[in-house]
């Protein structure tokens, strides 16, 4: 079992910036790999990012190019960063890791202004 907390939401203008953390704690060696996903009000959770073990990632369409998601070992945490954000951006965004199984984070709003 996998415990997932993220921080690093909140309101920023279109353009600006925002860096989401997720900190793993529990059986943290059996992770094989981490994501975000992210669900706007009235839509499908969908994808963001994924990176695995191994450090290769893995980027919805959307946000290719803006996003870029990262992981210290040694911290037992993953990064997002969302640089050029857009009002679509707006959702909450939820950490995820696989263990076979996939473990759920509680969620951070993530809110854009336009």
């Known amino acids: 079992q996998v415990q997932l907390v993220e921080s690093g939401g909140g309101l920023v203008q279109a353009g600006g910036s925002l860096r989401l953390s997720c900190a793993a704690s529990g059986s943290i060696f059996s992770i094989n790999a981490m994501g975000w996903y992210r669900q706007a009000p009235g839509k499908q959770r969908e994808l963001v990012a994924v990176i695995t073990s191994d450090g290769s990632t893995n980027y919805a369409g959307s946000v290719k190019g803006r996003f870029t998601i990262s992981r210290d070992n040694a911290k037992n945490t993953a990064y997002l960063q969302m640089n050029s954000l857009k009002p679509e951006d707006t959702a909450v965004y939820y950490c995820?890791?696989?263990?076979?199984?996939?473990?759920w984070g509680q969620g951070t709003q993530v809110t854009v202004s336009s």
């Open positions: 995820a890791a696989w263990i076979g199984a996939v473990s």
